[in-house]
């Protein structure tokens, strides 16, 4: 399989040089753009995107502003869902495209459906990562406890453990060689020596500031806007961020999608698992 792609940049509407992986070569066909979960970046995507673009796709994976190769944010209240969803279109803008399909884990999917109520005609086909419009609230405190929590860690192996503490219920058929690439795709060797989580810590400061007391956004509008076209619904199965009663919703108000469980996998499936794979292959063979 050829994993080979181009590193290449954007800049944002606020001034930030943000970066993107490009995979394959622009076609007829809609580019694939993988939007990765909060704490991530673009390297979660690299063992998926190098399969996508074998099939002959592009493929086009950023790193969010302040995750990996992207600059941070100097005002920290643009670390907010509605500025990345305006980073994801001043991308599409750059590049000239007026129709893809959306691969987005956890706050990729977010973005990937406030897209579908801003740029309706954008969205050639969606594939929703364990997240939906209702969200746990157990779920979202377990983020809460880690998001911004600036460790580090002596060797690759001590990373891993780390991660295995507080992520093992997520992947309970996980073991050390899996969570030591975990590691590698989420952490990088800083300058010191240490091996640090490739994230602002900063990004946890408007979730943490959230006024608990708050009624959160009506997201159901939006997700109901992904209709029309080709949606593949993900969940794993032990997520404690989407629940089963939440995902049949989304089942039963959008009932053309395709509506996928991952086995023994919590929040989020890697989309390295042959059950996730097998399911975006058929998704994207539908895709017009």
Not at 17 to 36: M, Q
Not at 174 to 179: A, H, I, N, R, S
Request: proline share 6%; charged share 25%.
């Amino acid at each position: 399989m050829d994993t080979s792609y181009t590193d290449r940049s954007w800049q944002s509407a606020d001034g930030l040089t943000l970066h993107f992986r490009d995979y394959g070569e622009a076609n007829d066909r809609p580019p694939v753009i993988c939007l990765h979960g909060l704490t991530r970046n673009a390297r979660d995507f690299e063992d998926l995107a190098a399969h996508i673009a074998a099939q002959g796709w592009r493929v086009i994976v950023p790193d969010m502003r302040g995750r990996g190769d992207s600059e941070y944010a100097s005002d920290t209240a643009s670390y907010a869902v509605p500025t990345y969803v305006g980073d994801v279109i001043a991308l599409l803008e750059q590049e000239g495209i007026e129709r893809f399909v959306s691969v987005g884990t956890s706050m990729g999917g977010l973005i990937t459906m406030v897209l579908a109520t801003v740029r309706p005609d954008a969205l050639a086909g969606v594939v929703l990562n364990d997240i939906g419009p209702a969200l746990e609230v157990a779920g979202l405190d377990a983020i809460k406890g880690y998001v911004g929590q600036g460790r580090s860690f002596p060797t690759w192996m001590h990373a891993a453990r780390a991660l295995e503490e507080v992520q093992g219920a997520n992947f309970p058929r996980f073991e050390m060689q899996d969570w030591i690439r975990m590691a590698k795709r989420g952490m990088a060797l800083a300058s010191s020596g240490r091996i640090v989580f490739d994230y602002d810590m900063k990004i946890a400061e408007p979730i943490l500031a959230a006024d608990e007391a708050a009624v959160p956004p009506d997201l159901w509008p939006a997700f109901e806007a992904l209709g029309g076209r080709p949606v593949l619904l993900l969940r794993g199965e032990v997520s404690p961020l989407l629940s089963t009663e939440s995902f049949a919703e989304m089942r039963k108000r959008l009932p053309e999608a395709t509506a996928v469980t991952i086995p023994q996998i919590g929040h989020a499936p890697t989309l390295d698992e042959a059950e996730a794979r097998a399911a975006i292959d058929t998704l994207l063979g539908r895709v017009a």
